[in-house]
């Protein structure tokens, strides 16, 4: 039972961290730009203070080596994290605004970064590795009440409410997470193992691939609702659209990993960009509602699988150092969500929102030949390698 507690508030805290802390600005920010009157632009730059302050927060969350150390930023990263959503309407500076993204991005990372770093080594200790997917999938409770109880919110009384609202829901989550982390231990709890044979894959062309998954997932996570409000006869459909990529998320991460594990990571991972690349083009093809909820469910159930099995896949191939490896892969994937709101609303400035999905879509299906040179590379260097295999 402790260790089924360990996993739920693991799962309490993703959501936290970026069910709330990240994707609450989804549902809020259409009303924000009609309550307070700034453009495409604006928002994509909100967007990206949120992101840049992520990568900060990751970064240096990674430096933290001791149980203590990650215990202490943890509960600062619940606290600064509410803390920054309920300043949110006491201002109408766009300026300050960012820098409350900004901070709020940081106490995201602290707490997703950690919180992992604590539950994971928890869970393949005690033999549950498999459980992880679960752990991932909190985010997709928090954006599942994001689309339900903000949308709502923000609907009926506006964007200030919805801020409030948001960090209240930020603080629940928070005071029924940190009981079940605060007592967790890995490193009394985790036994030395031999290191795995290394996978052969070019470690390069999976960052490559995994920075267009950064920059390409980052534009419909931040603007789906926008777009779907701002669609003719569609707008009924914008907060159903985020509850249905919750939905679709929460089980992903671990359905992901268990394809991976049966058919290997790469043709699994080719299989979740294409997938998600059409997700993302969805809306942009067709203002049919089956399309656009469909593009929301094709979305949701990919982009945590996505981030899992390349990270996964990042470990598999560099056994002996994989802390590099995630650090430096996290940092392309922060590089690419701080380019995509910025590039993507710039497009949509010039032309509206198709064009900046479908250049989304066109960067996340850009990883596929990167995955695919990477494969052919491995198979004509190492033929008897284990790429595909776990």
Avoid at 159 to 169: E, I, K, M, N, S
Avoid at 286 to 298: C, D, I
Avoid at 340 to 354: E, I, K
Avoid at 365 to 384: I, K
């Amino acid at each position: 039972m402790k260790i089924v507690r360990i996993l739920l508030g693991g799962m309490l805290a993703l959501a936290v961290a970026l069910g709330l802390g990240r994707f609450a600005f989804t549902p809020i920010l259409p009303v924000m730009q009609a309550q307070y009157g700034f453009d495409a632009q604006g928002s994509g730059w909100l967007a990206a203070s949120n992101n840049v302050g992520y990568l900060i927060g990751a970064l240096w969350a990674g430096w933290v080596r001791s149980d203590l150390g990650r215990h202490r930023l943890l509960a600062w990263g619940f606290i600064l994290l509410v803390a920054t959503l309920a300043l949110m309407p006491a201002t109408h500076s766009v300026l300050v605004w960012n820098g409350l993204r900004l901070v709020a991005g940081i106490a995201s990372a602290w707490i997703f970064v950690l919180a992992s770093a604590l539950v994971i080594p928890l869970l393949t200790a005690g033999g549950h590795a498999r459980w992880s997917g679960f752990h991932f999938g909190g985010v997709g409770i928090g954006i599942i009440l994001a689309g339900l109880v903000i949308g709502w919110a923000v609907n009926v009384w506006g964007t200030d409410t919805g801020w409030l609202v948001t960090a209240a829901l930020a603080l629940v989550l928070s005071l029924l997470s940190w009981p079940a982390l605060r007592n967790a231990h890995p490193r009394g709890g985790t036994a030395p193992s031999v290191v795995p044979v290394a996978v052969r894959f070019p470690i390069s062309m999976l960052a490559a691939a995994y920075f267009c998954e950064g920059l390409g997932y980052i534009v419909t996570g931040t603007f789906l609702v926008a777009v779907v409000r701002s669609t003719p006869d569609l707008s009924q459909y914008a907060n159903l659209s985020w509850v249905l990529v919750g939905l679709a998320a929460l089980p992903s991460a671990a359905a992901w990993s268990f394809l991976a594990e049966r058919r290997g990571y790469l043709p699994v991972l080719l299989a979740a960009h294409l997938t998600q690349a059409v997700g993302i083009a969805l809306p942009a093809l067709s203002n049919h509602p089956v399309a656009v909820l469909m593009g929301a469910v094709l979305y949701g159930g990919t982009f945590l699988g996505i981030v899992g099995m390349s990270l996964a896949f990042g470990r598999a191939i560099t056994p002996r150092n994989p802390a590099f490896t995630i650090g430096w892969l996290t940092a392309v994937f922060g590089i690419g969500q701080i380019i995509g709101p910025v590039l993507a609303a710039w497009l949509a400035a010039q032309g509206g929102w198709s064009p900046a999905l479908l250049m989304a879509s066109g960067v996340v299906f850009a990883g596929v030949p990167f995955l695919w040179l990477g494969g052919l590379w491995a198979r004509r260097r190492h033929p008897h390698s284990l790429m595909t295999t776990t």
